[in-house]
């Protein structure tokens, strides 16, 4: 009986693994129940379509109007305005007729097609989040912003170029194609080879284990801070993000402010590390790591700093250590790392039952997740950015966009090892243990509120990764001193953001654990806005819970001697 059921549940996994292949790993089965929820509660609420019914009259009235005046006057009051980070129609030749006409009619279908997904009676938040998602998606996939002959910015190349536009779209579509077959990185990203380009700071590995490597970095400053910086990158990405070219490495900035700094460099895991649990990143990654510093830098108390998912570690083992009495860490600090994931965004509605599942039957055939399967899952975020835009640009009007650093390294994408994914979604996204209390480290549940190391906890204002206000609940999480900086740009621009760069700024407060919680929305109202880089802000406030500097220690230690300089050989695995 229990071998039939095996063998059932095999077939399964095998047809839902080929069938992920042709649905970018999204589970149809989630997509057909939401929109099931939706037809079923909305065919049941004649009120919503008598009401969709008159908006639908009321739209195609104002535009009608707009038409009329527009014939006149064309640049009289667009009769609708895009959402403020729609910049699909800002061009010039987009506010011209018949053009004109065209954007505004479908920014009012747009309109209404999200009155008609959202406000609906009896659907579940989840499933109308997924079907407001997915219908937008259709949308945008057949904006005119998107459509060549509809498009008057195309058009205008078109006649500049003689046509000669499509011909160099058709050349970088046919070269795009042939290096994503032969699983090779995009147009561009050779000019940023890692260790000659980008991950250059000088540096040991001084430390290799099945899952990590561990570089130490060589003073630049006579003397230094006694307590060494310890920063673990998200295994999502490769950690050379942090050390990317000279003028924007946060290695580097560290290093010549004064710091012992050392990396982890994850391992890119292969179907071998299938079995890879969250728990063996905690023991491995940050654990194996502390033990190594503790012999290079002997009795030094550690500044840990986790960058997304790194963070989420990094909060773990911040207070498995607390909750053991372990006071080896003088700080943590958290950049774009969420620790309560009732507000994780869009990325949410990738992590309901059948979702996971069917993401864990791909996942168990190929022993991870695929790097095409991560980068489809986060383009869907920001399809108009990431997708649309740049098939406009570079295929229809034959433009290359020119490659810089930080594309490159998003490029240098990542595995995920089966078991440890399913963990994380489960855990987090979908029971959201850590907030909960529910989280067990060695068999006994963790607790943020006995971290008692100062925290300084950084959100990016336009994160769809981590959104901000998510990230900002760790205020509700803990008891110690917090400081919180809120600051301007994404995920990954607004984290590398170094001192000089132009059009920067932030908001930044310290929360005092017995003072009074203060809401997202007055806390943005009430924090004043300053402008620069928060890396200006960081470093000092490192300072100040450091000791005096001294001679910088001895790269590695008896058993832990340097193998080979940095980037070390992890980085470099495909």
Same mark, same amino acid.
């Given at each position: 009986?229990?071998?039939?059921?095996?063998?059932?549940?095999?077939?399964?996994?095998?047809?839902?693994?080929?069938?992920?292949?042709?649905?970018?790993?999204?589970?149809?089965?989630?997509?057909?129940?939401?929109?099931?929820?939706?037809?079923?509660?909305?065919?049941?609420?004649?009120?919503?379509?008598?009401?969709?019914?008159?908006?639908?009259?009321?739209?195609?009235?104002?535009?009608?109007?707009?038409?009329?005046?527009?014939?006149?006057?064309?640049?009289?009051?667009?009769?609708?305005?895009?959402?403020?980070?729609?910049?699909?129609?800002?061009?010039?030749?987009?506010?011209?007729?018949?053009?004109?006409?065209?954007?505004?009619?479908?920014?009012?279908?747009?309109?209404?097609?999200?009155?008609?997904?959202?406000?609906?009676?009896? @659907?579940?938040? #989840? %499933? *109308?989040? /997924?079907?407001?998602?997915?219908?937008?998606?259709?949308?945008?996939? $057949?904006? &005119?912003?998107?459509?060549?002959?509809?498009?008057?910015?195309?058009?205008?190349?078109?006649?500049?170029?003689?046509?000669?536009?499509?011909?160099?779209?058709?050349?970088?579509?046919?070269?795009?194609?042939?290096?994503?077959?032969?699983?090779?990185?995009?147009?561009?990203?050779?000019?940023?080879?890692?260790?000659?380009?980008?991950?250059?700071?000088?540096?040991? @590995?001084?430390? #290799? %284990? *099945?899952? /990590?490597?561990?570089?130490?970095?060589?003073?630049?400053?006579?003397? $230094?801070? &006694?307590?060494?910086?310890?920063?673990?990158?998200?295994?999502?990405?490769?950690y050379y993000i942090l050390d990317l070219s000279p003028n924007n490495s946060l290695v580097r900035h560290l290093v010549d402010s004064g710091f012992t700094v050392f990396m982890i460099s994850w391992r890119n895991p292969m179907p071998a590390q299938r079995d890879f649990a969250m728990d063996d990143y905690r023991r491995l990654g940050i654990g194996a790591a502390l033990e190594a510093i503790a012999a290079i830098c002997p009795d030094a108390r550690v500044h840990a700093c986790g960058y997304c998912l790194g963070g989420t570690l990094?909060?773990?083992?911040?207070?498995?250590?607390?909750?053991?009495?372990?006071?080896?860490?003088?700080?943590?600090?958290?950049?774009?790392?969420?620790?309560?994931?009732?507000?994780?965004?869009?990325?949410?509605?990738?992590?309901?039952?059948?979702?996971?599942?069917?993401?864990?039957?791909?996942?168990?055939?190929?022993?991870?997740?695929?790097?095409?399967?991560?980068?489809?899952?986060?383009?869907?975020?920001?399809?108009?950015?990431?997708?649309?835009?740049?098939?406009?640009?570079?295929?229809?009007?034959?433009?290359?966009?020119?490659?810089?650093?930080?594309?490159?390294?998003?490029?240098?994408?990542?595995?995920?090892?089966?078991?440890?994914?399913?963990?994380?979604?489960?855990?987090?996204?979908?029971?959201?243990?850590?907030?909960?209390?529910?989280?067990?480290?060695?068999?006994?549940?963790?607790?943020?509120?006995?971290?008692?190391?100062?925290?300084?906890?950084?959100?990016?204002?336009?994160?769809?990764?981590?959104?901000?206000?998510?990230?900002?609940?760790?205020?509700?999480?803990?008891?110690?001193?917090?400081?919180?900086?809120?600051?301007?740009?994404?995920?990954?621009?607004?984290?590398?953001?170094?001192?000089?760069?132009?059009?920067?700024?932030?908001?930044?407060?310290?929360?005092?654990?017995?003072?009074?919680?203060?809401?997202?929305?007055?806390?943005?109202?009430?924090?004043?806005?300053?402008?620069?880089?928060?890396?200006?802000?960081?470093?000092?406030?490192?300072?100040?819970?450091?000791?005096?500097?001294?001679?910088?220690?001895?790269?590695?230690?008896?058993?832990?001697?340097?193998?080979?300089?940095?980037?070390?050989?992890?980085?470099?695995?495909?």
């Open positions: 009986m229990e071998a039939d059921t095996a063998r059932a549940d095999t077939v399964d996994r095998m047809v839902h693994a080929w069938q992920a292949r042709f649905t970018l790993s999204l589970s149809p089965a989630a997509l057909a129940l939401a929109y099931a929820d939706w037809a079923m509660h909305l065919a049941n609420a004649p009120g919503k379509q008598t009401a969709l019914v008159e908006k639908a009259m009321r739209k195609w009235l104002r535009f009608a109007i707009y038409a009329s005046r527009a014939l006149a006057d064309p640049c009289c009051k667009a009769c609708i305005e895009p959402l403020p980070q729609d910049r699909r129609f800002a061009a010039e030749e987009w506010q011209r007729p018949p053009f004109n006409l065209i954007q505004q009619a479908f920014l009012l279908t747009q309109q209404w097609w999200y009155n008609a997904t959202t406000g609906i009676r009896g @659907v579940s938040r #989840r %499933n *109308e989040e /997924i079907v407001e998602f997915a219908s937008r998606q259709l949308l945008d996939m $057949v904006a &005119p912003s998107n459509l060549p002959f509809l498009n008057p910015e195309i058009l205008a190349v078109t006649q500049r170029d003689g046509g000669q536009n499509f011909a160099r779209g058709w050349i970088n579509l046919v070269e795009d194609w042939e290096r994503a077959i032969a699983g090779k990185k995009p147009v561009g990203t050779e000019t940023f080879e890692v260790g000659r380009h980008v991950g250059v700071t000088p540096g040991r @590995v001084v430390y #290799r %284990n *099945e899952l /990590i490597e561990l570089i130490q970095y060589a003073p630049t400053t006579p003397a $230094v801070r &006694p307590e060494p910086v310890l920063i673990v990158p998200a295994w999502i990405m490769k990094l909060a773990i083992a911040a207070a498995k250590l607390a909750r053991d009495g372990d006071t080896r860490l003088a700080s943590a600090t958290l950049l774009a790392a969420q620790t309560d994931f009732t507000e994780a965004g869009e990325l949410t509605l990738f992590t309901n039952d059948s979702q996971i599942a069917y993401l864990e039957d791909t996942m168990w055939e190929q022993g991870f997740l695929d790097t095409r399967q991560m980068a489809g899952a986060f383009q869907l975020l920001r399809s108009n950015d990431l997708v649309w835009s740049q098939m406009v640009k570079e295929y229809l009007k034959g433009e290359r966009t020119p490659m810089i650093d930080l594309m490159a390294w998003n490029a240098d994408a990542t595995r995920m090892p089966y078991r440890m994914h399913s963990e994380y979604l489960r855990r987090f996204f979908l029971d959201n243990e850590l907030a909960q209390g529910g989280y067990q480290v060695d068999g006994r549940p963790i607790a943020l509120t006995d971290i008692r190391a100062p925290l300084f906890v950084v959100a990016t204002q336009t994160d769809h990764v981590a959104p901000w206000r998510s990230v900002y609940k760790i205020h509700l999480l803990t008891d110690t001193a917090l400081t919180f900086v809120l600051t301007s740009g994404g995920h990954n621009a607004g984290i590398v953001s170094e001192p000089g760069r132009a059009n920067r700024s932030y908001q930044m407060s310290e929360h005092d654990p017995a003072g009074r919680y203060i809401d997202p929305a007055s806390w943005t109202a009430a924090t004043p806005l300053r402008e620069g880089s928060w890396w200006s802000e960081w470093v000092p406030w490192l300072g100040r819970h450091s000791g005096a500097p001294i001679a910088p220690p001895a790269m590695g230690a008896p058993d832990y001697p340097p193998l080979e300089p940095a980037p070390g050989t992890y980085v470099l695995e495909p």
